[in-house]
């Protein structure tokens, strides 16, 4: 998908595990463990940030089947998630459906969003920007999208030779906690060229944390170790 911010084999990639990206024990378990701390962290930055949270407008960009949107409307806020897989809206849909939530689905990419003239209070893109083929063109598209004040929330792998062990090799080959190809290691994105690809959208890198898994509880934390996984805000 030359010119745009989705690359078409990632989507592709993606879509095969449609089926099965809400059973927390199939190939997207790495992320059904981490969304507790991952939503938990922009929750209670965006309730820092605003006075009042509640029913503020949030765009989750590369939804996936829908587990961090989903997580993020039950603490109250009106959430878009979208997607540019259609089997991945599908899912994320049928999910949802009978919820009651305020969240909405859509197919699609941020720019197309963007073009209609939308914008957000926040905005969340949740293991989404090591997929992408222009990390810089995206983050442009995410605070073109802000509203004024607006929160930004990342969240992606260190480039270190630890993440090479780790979160490539030892996730995908030994461990087989996601599928292999799952990662392009070279993708990974360390925090300093974060703040640089931040700056350069006009944004300020605001915040960092660390996340880490916790294998003998099998559960993540949050720590101020960034060497593999990492969370990151950003405003203007």
């Known amino acids: 998908m030359q010119g745009t911010t989705a690359d078409a084999a990632e989507i ?10 809400w059973n927390p024990k199939g190939p997207m378990r790495p992320l059904h ?8 962290w922009v929750v209670g930055r965006l309730g820092q940030h605003y006075q009042n949270a509640a029913g503020l407008t949030l765009l989750d960009v590369g939804c996936g089947a829908g587990l961090a949107s989903e ?13 540019p897989s259609a089997s991945m809206i599908a899912a994320a849909e049928a999910h949802a459906e009978g919820s009651g939530l305020s969240l909405r689905y859509r197919v699609g990419l941020p720019e197309q969003i963007l ?3 939308a914008c957000f209070a926040a905005i969340t ?20 999208l802000l509203a004024p004040g607006g929160l930004l929330f990342l969240s992606t792998i260190n480039r270190t030779l630890k993440s090479l062990l780790v979160a490539k090799l030892g996730a995908e080959y030994v461990l087989r906690l996601l599928p292999p190809g799952t990662h392009d290691w070279q993708h990974f994105i ?8 931040l700056g350069k959208a006009g944004l300020r890198l605001a915040d960092i944390a660390g996340m880490t898994f916790d294998p003998l509880c099998r559960t993540w934390r949050e720590n101020r170790d960034v060497s593999v996984n990492y969370i990151v805000m950003a405003g203007a």
Not at 12 to 21: K, N, P, T, V
Not at 71 to 77: D, S, V
């Open 125 to 144: 893109a949740l293991e989404v920007i090591e997929h992408v083929p222009e990390p810089a063109r995206f983050l442009a598209t995410l605070a073109a």
């Open 71 to 83: 997580a993020l409307a039950r603490h109250g806020f009106s959430v878009l998630g979208l997607d």
């Open 190 to 197: 360390r925090p300093a060229e974060m703040e640089r690809l």
């Open 12 to 21: 592709a990639r993606f879509s095969r595990l449609a089926g099965e990206w």
């Open 115 to 117: 073009a209609e003239g």
């Open 33 to 40: 463990q981490m969304n507790a701390l991952r939503v938990g």
